[in-house]
């Protein structure tokens, strides 16, 4: 019993391991500048590890271009642009860059992740490939001792795999020999890379959605694959085991019914009262000189709410460098302070992003209601309305009906939040300079 959960523990983190590489690549790009000794980081240009160099330690590198030709007698934790693995690693290999090619021994573990995977004709990988990419190649000749997981976008196996292969992908094929089991979660889509992807360092072959087996693979076990279409079989591929085909559908987005729309409005319709209602009670003057700068200087207040959004955005960016950067530098050097900082940082982009959803959300639609419930007592000749609140009920009404428009609500939607967003960034700037002029010293001639 302690045997079966023990494995079964081991297999679930093989699949954890995965996610956690690709969590953990832009961890290993920021920490690639900072220098140190042989068992310690060390950005440079060029790392090259000749044939006859023995390193009787773990190896750290980080740098443009990773070169082994030699031994490393431990753990190779690396990360570059291009990585070639030619030498002998006796521990695991750990790696994350834009090419990483495996032609050598590595005596353990695999656990890389980068743009295109290459696993060699002589690769000699004693145990698991925990790999992350757009392409894994798998070239005829190599082994893999252990199981192979793969998420990314394509793969071909023409290798042998001992074990296991586990992979997640939307082309697989598999060429090669996978002597144990086979269990995929494939597609049905042709990929291309997005226009601003770097272009790979070697040809990438392209290979068709959904899974093949050609006519010279190889399954020692069961195959269970999940796709929207029954894979590929080439005649002469020998399967051993059972096959399973989990289809899957296309999911249709649910029409929702009409009265879902309403309550939604009405709801909408609620919390900007509500709120409004808050608003007004304890900064009873504040919306109005909001409306009233929406309403003197648009442009600028359009403007302005485009600036606003960017400088968030750029905010929350900056806190998660920041903090990245934090803690390498305290696992490298105080690690005791990383889960505080860790801490720290969440906190901040928790709170930032939740104020600028809530003032972006509701303080432009509460704007926008009271000067179209103004507007409507004006046309009404009721230049005395009896209270705010009903004539924030009223513009509130206007609101939600005009933004429930198809196409045009989206249009002023988008809009009322630029002019708010603008509105509120001018009166801040207004109010901080005329504090400033307030607290400066009158000065005095003699």
Known sequence: MEKTTRLRWKTQWKRISLWI??????????????????????????????PQDVINDDFYRAAQTITIDGRIKGDAVIAAKRITINGTIEGD????????????????????????LIIGQSARIKDDVIAAGYSL???????????????????TIAGTVNSNLRAV????????????????????????????????????????????????????GELVYRSTQVATLESGATLAGKVTHYPLEH?????????????????????IVLLGWLLLRFF????????????????????????SIAAV????????????????????TVPILIGPVFGLGFLSIFALSLGFALVAGFIPDIVASLLSGQWFMHQLQRDQPPNRLLTLAIGASIFVIVT????????VNVLVILLGLGAIWLWGRHHSLCEFSRSRPLMTTA
């Not at 834009?98 to 743009?115: F, W």
């Not at 798998?138 to 990314?152: K, R």
């Not at 919306?287 to 207040?301: D, F, K, S, V």
């Open 21 to 50: 590489m690709v969590i953990l690549v832009p961890l290993l790009l920021v920490v690639s500048a900072i220098p140190g000794r042989a068992n310690e980081w060390k950005g440079e240009e060029t790392v090259i590890i000749s």
């Open 93 to 116: 290999l750990i790696a994350a860059g834009q090419l990483i090619t495996v032609n050598g021994s590595v005596n353990d573990d695999i656990r890389m992740a980068g743009q295109v």
């Open 137 to 155: 190649d798998n070239q005829a000749g190599s082994t893999i001792g252990g199981n192979l997981d793969y998420a990314g976008a394509q793969a």
């Open 169 to 220: 992908t939307n082309g697989l094929k598999v060429v090669g020999t996978i002597n144990g089991n086979v269990d995929t979660i494939v597609g049905d889509e042709t990929i291309t890379p997005p226009p601003f992807w770097p272009k790979p360092l070697e040809s990438v072959p392209t290979i068709p959605p959904g899974l093949t087996l050609a006519s010279s693979a190889k399954v020692g």
């Open 251 to 271: 999911p249709e987005r649910p029409q929702q019914p009409a009265q879902a729309g309403v309550v939604f409005h009405l709801q909408r319709l609620a919390a």
């Open 284 to 307: 009873p003057h504040w919306p109005q000189e909001i409306g009233a700068i929406a309403q003197a200087r648009p442009l600028p207040a359009l403007g302005c709410g485009i600036v």
């Open 313 to 332: 955005i750029t905010s929350i960016i900056a806190l998660v460098i920041g903090t990245i950067v934090a803690m390498a530098i305290l696992g490298l």
């Open 404 to 411: 429930a428009i198809p196409v045009l609500g989206g249009i």
